[in-house]
């Protein structure tokens, strides 16, 4: 089975702090991660994946195998940051079908 | 746009009916999902397919049923509506199955 967590609903700092959103996987096999984002009311995008290894907005993420782990890192939080941002992990199902499970999300509001 | 289109963007529909939403994509992407997004619960993976005519249930799929007759639309069906059902829906596309694509999403109220 595979699982994502995501142990904080809430996160809240001020413009300019840095921002960590932790994210914990539990999966079997070799695992793909993701964040992906929400803004208000509209649709998820894609933030990073761990195979680019790139940073995107100033975010990165690193796996760390060892800890289960994919947080997502910000040096210098921004107000438009202000988002929902979910972790996801794909793996294979039966035969060679993959699924996205999700974590519950992270609100992060960035302050003024 | 992002090549994925879903329909209706909002629904209002009485307890008991029958709803069917729409994934419509033009990306020729073998994968499909469809989710559904509520507070507390993060997305929940409801059917996917992986194919034509090829599909499979996902972790909430209780009360839907789904169907893929052609590549670019996958259909969720609500077979009596519930007031539980009540979310948002969102449908996803991906070409090799990691790495998802998501529609607008639906907005469906049940009362």
């Not at chain 1, 993701?34 to 995008?45: A, D, G, T």
């Not at chain 1, 907005?57 to 929902?84: C, I, R, V, W, Y």
């Amino acid at each position: 089975a595979q699982r994502v967590t995501q142990p904080e609903k809430l996160l809240s700092v001020f413009k300019g702090a840095p921002v960590e959103l932790k994210c914990n996987y539990s999966y079997s096999g070799s695992p793909e991660l993701f964040w992906y984002v929400q803004y208000s009311r509209q649709r998820l995008q894609l933030l990073l994946r761990h195979i680019s290894r790139e940073s995107i907005k100033g975010f990165t993420a690193d796996l760390n195998k060892g800890e289960t782990s994919f947080h997502l890192k910000k040096p210098f939080a921004q107000e438009e940051d202000s988002a929902m941002y979910y972790c996801a992990l794909s793996g294979l199902t039966g035969g060679s079908n993959y699924k996205l499970t999700f974590g519950k999300g992270t609100l992060l509001t960035v302050n003024p | 746009d992002a090549g994925i289109t879903q329909s209706p963007r909002h629904k209002v529909t009485e307890t008991g009916t029958p709803v069917t939403l729409r994934c419509h994509q033009t990306e020729n992407h073998r994968y499909m999902y469809w989710y559904r997004q509520d507070p507390g619960h993060g997305l929940r993976l409801i059917h996917y397919s992986y194919g034509v005519k090829d599909t499979d249930k996902g972790e909430v799929s209780d009360g839907y049923s789904v169907s893929r007759s052609k590549t670019e639309d996958f259909l969720l069906t609500l077979e009596s509506a519930t007031s539980s059902q009540t979310s948002v829906y969102f449908c996803a596309i991906s070409l090799t199955g990691t790495g998802y694509t998501f529609g607008s999403g639906t907005r469906l109220t049940v009362v």
